[in-house]
């Protein structure tokens, strides 16, 4: 009688389409079938052989995954033909390898970007075809991704006529990896890089995650530590770059390194690294002969210099466009890149927020055309909100391209569920005012307001050896935001969410509905019991795992909590208006008039603009203090709610995965009650008032949880 229950159990579950595990490794190429009968039935008709041309390494590849995707989705072999013989045909080519995409050839494709492809309907010889045609063999790749995901997602595709093209051009992966596969500010396992065993051990992972980068349209990825290390640049581990670019090559994506300044000294035996030294110079030039002679499609280099201890031209009295320029002119006989970063904090400044506007706004129109300026989005370092890096409005004769954070480093690391997109989208929105209003940050990241080319958009890694890839299986949507919003960042987060959610776990509506409102509130959650009201840096020191807004041992004065927070008995924030260090003033007026005002200022950057006392009235109408334990218990509040959220989720998700998250969830409403009350006993010290009796009182004192410690917290 059980043994029946049992099998009826697995029957039920079977044909509701709940597998019992799936440890999310697929990402969001499930490819599982489709339930719904009456969409599976109408997709039946509408695909049912492929027509597709051309026989390069990319075409076989876009064959391959429309083949398994096909039989997954529908449980169907789809059949390969070479002629127009029924209904259902999706024809897929360029333009120039099939006659039938000749005929249509649409214009708008011809003035898109080489990666860009267009998807129609429409009857041909009174047959019912889908059209994907790609201005290159990348956009037809692209287009079959693309495709796939609007079948994946349920769309109609009775009448298409789809034309897209990628914003940027560079949208890149940055992993801060090592040679030793530890991953700097990584939570999800070790580097998938296996330098020991390559270049002759392919692993199936490099394949997947290509396919994963190419299905989001993510074409470069800069596989090193920013922290670099010259090793990479000597010939044997070139062998194993080149080894990773042969697999990614037929997915559109390019390898890139980072070069650490010092490599002529440190491998190439030289005295100097000085930029402006011709033997260095030449030395440059024969290390990137030998990378082309071997990857024909290197990317370039990103490069962190002056920064942290990483050497630089500064070293040799040289500025940082002397040095990227040596870089730019090896790179650019064989159209290499150089991405050089913008994230410097030497101690010259009198506010760290203002030092990259200080050393690079100098040197606005100095870099050669192939050098483009990697900003961080805030001026700070990642924070869970931050307002945009004054640079995006400052720099209109260097292009500028977008960092972005994947890896969650001061968003709760490997335990937190935060949805990125919002914060992304936030920053993309921000007006710059560099060429009067609607200069927004995307335009200016994209090259519209400067008339640039050269664009690119990247985001730190979150990919590790863990089985799902990120750890969180959540931060996978992050992975994924970033890919679409470097191809179009007029992308909502709602939509990335709900297709990632559909394709990553499941169609239903109901579950669809209640986990998309959890990502999308997430990032929102987060910032409320960590950083409300424009607070920022009050992470640990070191390992940035939980707070520590006491924080003052640290020789340098912007590496302790207390330098951002300046919380003391007459209010809390730092004064970046013109009574305090002024950084306001490298906004452009139209940007900065909205902060500098502390009664018109919003919430959410007070505390970056402006020391207030406790007693401030907030628009709300509460004071300072109230509305600070106000957004710390909102913030404990809306986890609780989520973790309740998605409990109610179970019949929706498999076993696996349902289990992670709730137990994640519970790791995360502690830590956020553990946020919450460490950071309003501390602050109270100060404010000296009561956290109101409507809220849940601290149940530790201050002292346990100074005395918390987590010398081995991941990542550091
Ligand atoms: C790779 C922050 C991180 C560092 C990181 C640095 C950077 O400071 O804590 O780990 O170094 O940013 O972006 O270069």
């Known amino acids: 009688m059980l043994i029946k229950k049992q099998l009826l159990l697995f029957f039920l579950l079977a044909i509701s389409g709940i597998a019992f595990a799936d440890n999310g490794y697929r990402l969001w190429l499930r490819y599982d079938r489709i339930n719904n009968q009456q969409v599976a039935g109408k997709y039946n008709k509408q695909i049912q052989q492929l027509y597709i041309s051309g026989n390069s390494a990319t075409i076989q590849k876009a064959k391959q995954e429309f083949t398994n995707a096909i039989q997954g989705l529908l449980g169907k072999k789809i059949s390969i033909v070479n002629k127009l013989t029924t209904d259902g045909t999706v024809i897929a080519g360029t333009v120039a390898s099939n006659k039938i995409l000749g005929a249509l050839d649409p214009k708008e494709l011809k003035n898109a970007s080489d990666e860009a492809f267009y998807i129609t309907t429409m009857q041909i010889n009174n047959r019912s075809c889908i059209l994907i045609c790609g201005n290159s063999d990348i956009g037809v790749l692209y287009g079959i991704f693309h495709f796939l995901r609007l079948v994946n997602t349920g769309q109609d595709i009775t009448k298409l006529d789809i034309l897209s093209s990628p914003k940027i051009k ?11 596969r530890t991953v700097e500010r990584g939570y999800a396992g070790a580097s998938i890089w296996d330098w020991h065993k390559l270049p002759d051990y392919i692993d199936q992972r490099y394949i997947d995650y290509a396919r994963a980068n190419a299905s989001i349209g993510i074409n470069g990825t800069v596989l090193t530590n920013v922290n670099a290390n010259a090793t990479i640049l000597t010939r044997p581990y070139l062998d194993k770059v080149a080894a990773l670019a042969n697999v990614f ?57 002056n920064s942290e201890g990483q050497p630089g031209p500064q070293d040799y009295k040289r500025n940082h466009a002397q040095g990227a320029n040596m870089f730019a002119d090896a790179l650019a006989p064989y159209q290499g890149i150089v991405l050089w970063r913008a994230f410097v904090y030497s101690q010259q400044s009198n506010d760290r927020f203002k030092q990259a506007y200080e050393e690079f706004k100098p040197l606005d129109g100095q870099f050669k055309p192939n050098v483009i300026l990697q900003v961080k989005n805030g001026p700070i370092d990642f924070q869970p909100r931050e307002p945009f890096s004054p640079l995006f409005g400052a720099m209109p004769h260097t292009p500028l391209a977008m960092e972005f954070q994947l890896t969650q480093e001061y968003l709760g690391q490997g335990t937190h569920l935060v949805f990125e997109a919002p914060l992304f989208k936030e920053a993309l929105n921000a007006d710059t005012y560099e060429k009067g209003k609607g200069s927004t940050v995307a335009k200016i990241v994209d090259g519209t307001v400067d008339n640039f080319s050269l664009t690119a958009m990247a985001g730190v890694s979150n990919i590790g050896s863990d089985i799902n890839w990120t750890s969180h299986p959540f931060a996978q949507a992050n992975w994924y935001a970033l890919g679409r919003l470097a191809w179009d960042h007029n992308l909502s987060s709602d ?41 920022a840096h009050i992470m640990y020191n070191g390992h940035h795992y939980g707070p520590m807004p006491w924080g003052n041992t640290l020789g340098r004065p912007d590496w302790n909590p207390v330098y951002y927070h300046k919380a003391d008995s007459a209010g809390i924030g730092f004064n970046r208006t013109v009574t305090g260090t002024n950084a306001l003033e ?10 500098a005002d502390s009664n018109k200022c919003a919430d959410e950057y007070l505390l970056w603009f ?44 498999d076993a696996e995965r349902f289990i992670q998250v709730k137990q994640l969830l519970n790791i995360q409403v502690k830590e956020a009650v553990w946020w919450r009350n460490a950071c309003l006993l501390y602050f109270q010290t100060f404010s000296k008032m009561p956290i109101p009796s409507v809220y849940e009182q601290p149940d530790k004192t201050l002292e346990y949880y100074k ?10």
């Not at 560079?170 to 030793?180: F, I, Q, S, V």
């Not at 490599?263 to 030395?283: N, R, S, Y």
């Not at 987060?526 to 409300?532: D, F, G």
Request: positive net charge; hydrophobic residues 40%.
């Open 170 to 180: 560079y949208r890149l992966l940055n992993h801060w990896d090592n040679l030793n």
């Open 249 to 305: 090559r037929p997915y559109g994506i390019r390898v890139f390194l980072t070069a650490r300044f010092s490599a002529p000294i440190e491998i190439g035996g030289l005295k100097t690294a000085d930029p402006l030294d011709a033997a260095v110079q030449d030395w440059w030039k024969q290390k990137i002969k030998e990378i082309y002679s071997l990857i024909p499609d290197f990317g370039g280099f990103l490069i962190k210099a």
């Open 495 to 535: 939509q990335i969410a709900e297709e990632w959610l559909e394709q990553t776990f499941s169609n239903d509506r109901s579950f669809v509905a209640v986990s998309k409102s959890i990502m999308l509130r997430s990032r929102e959650t987060l910032v409320n019991y960590m950083t409300p009201l424009g607070l």
């Open 586 to 595: 490298e906004y452009q007026q139209g940007a900065s008039s909205s902060w």
């Open 610 to 653: 402006h020391h207030v006392s406790w007693n401030h009235r907030m628009h709300s109408g509460k004071t300072l203090w109230n509305e600070l334990c106000f957004r710390y218990n909102a913030g404990v509040d809306s986890i609780r709610k989520i973790q309740q959220q998605w409990n109610s989720l179970e019949r929706f998700v």
């Open 707 to 716: 005395s918390l410690r987590f010398p081995y917290a991941p990542g550091n």
